[in-house]
């Protein structure tokens, strides 16, 4: 049970595996205004960027669950690193089926709604976990523009028109499914550079060592076109954004 390792190559740098900077991460935990004390859990929690940072700025505790060893043993050092490794865990396992012993006052799923099938399913196992009054973190892209063609779907690595809506109609289904949104911070085109063009670098510093994995034709082939396929459809018509819920 594990990430491929194509994914933890591209993003062997990252601290956010999403189009998110490190002041857009800070701002996010800003406006949510956490209390100290504020029991937090964080499934796909990636390298614990988001748990660390917060536990360290807010004095929230926590549990961040995610299926890649390397990332969790990462997260794990990062804690240690900011100070806060006696509030925050990290386990490594799957995180679709993980419900808190405890209830939580903030649940979180960033960029990760596969792990419920999608936006609905992500949302009830959160709610599973959460406490009367709590609130819910999604992470999800959005159509900046409405894609004209599939080419343009799958540039976008969808596979239908319909796996993302555009910003209105996404706010617009939390609300059919029971929800307030209640806060939002959202990705800009300079987000997305930072997080695409850092998976660049990253690939060819790997290739450079790595020239003879099996691998390496895959990536260096990836190298070679994605950068200009960014340029010219995921970057102009794919957003993405986390949205803060309070159930009605």
Not at 151 to 164: L, M
Request: glycine share 10%.
């Amino acid at each position: 049970m594990d990430l491929p390792r194509s994914f933890t190559i591209r993003e062997s740098s990252h601290r956010i595996h999403n189009p998110f900077t490190s002041e857009k991460l800070a701002a996010l935990g800003q406006v949510l205004g956490l209390a100290p004390g504020t029991r937090v859990l964080d499934l796909a929690s990636g390298t614990g960027e988001m748990l660390c940072t917060w536990a360290q700025a807010h004095g929230v505790v926590g549990t961040g669950v995610d299926i890649s060893t390397e990332f969790t043993a990462r997260a794990r050092v990062r804690a240690a690193e900011l100070g806060v490794a006696d509030q925050v865990v990290f386990l490594h396992g799957d995180a679709s089926g993980y419900v808190a012993d405890e209830p939580v006052g903030l649940a979180a799923c960033i960029g990760a709604t596969w792990i419920g099938n999608g936006v609905s399913g992500t949302i009830d196992l959160l709610r599973r976990s959460l406490c009367p009054g709590g609130m819910l973190l999604i992470g999800e892209p959005y159509w900046r523009q409405e894609p004209s063609d599939q080419h343009i779907v799958e540039a976008c690595h969808a596979s239908a028109k319909e796996d993302f809506r555009l910003l209105p109609e996404l706010i617009e289904q939390f609300g059919e499914l029971g929800y307030d949104v209640v806060e939002m911070v959202l990705a800009d085109q300079d987000s997305w550079d930072r997080y695409r063009a850092a998976q660049w670098l990253n690939v060819r510093r790997w290739l450079d060592r790595n020239p003879d994995d099996e691998l390496a034709a895959e990536l260096r082939a990836e190298l070679s076109q994605q950068p200009a396929r960014y340029a010219r459809y995921e970057r102009e018509y794919l957003g993405w954004g986390v949205f803060a819920l309070m159930g009605r």
